[in-house]
Nanobody
């Protein structure tokens, strides 16, 4: 079992920045590939970014590429999402997720999830 606790969400103006954190416990963090997803009201959960076990491989959705950066610190059991140049359409609940399998953009293939944190971007 992997337990993950998220922090860092909030309200920000368009063009601003936020950093999300996700602290994992329970099993060896470095054994898991990690990802961020988001879900806006009335919409399905969508992929944002993913990172390999050592942080050497990253993937981004086109709509965040160049603005968001995913990273991890295995010694601290922590996953990050640095979000810059935020837009109102980035408003959503953001979730961290972990998988022991290959990196994927499909939510149901992740075994463990954080509790979610709300990011609101005002225009």
């Amino acid at each position: 079992q992997v337990h993950m606790v998220q922090s860092g969400g909030g309200l920000v103006q368009a063009g601003g920045s936020l950093r999300l954190s996700c602290v994992a416990s329970g099993r060896t963090f470095s054994n898991y590939r990690m990802a961020w997803f988001r879900q806006a009201p009335g919409k399905e959960r969508e992929f944002v970014a993913a990172i390999g076990r050592n942080g050497d491989v990253t993937h981004y959705a086109d709509y965040v590429k160049g603005r968001f950066t995913i990273s991890r610190h295995n010694a601290k059991n922590t996953l990050y999402l640095q979000m810059n140049s935020l837009k109102p359409e980035d408003t959503a609940v953001y979730y961290c997720a972990a998988t022991a399998d290959i990196i994927t953009r499909i939510p149901r293939q992740y075994e463990y999830w954080g509790q979610g944190t709300l990011v609101t971007v005002s225009s």
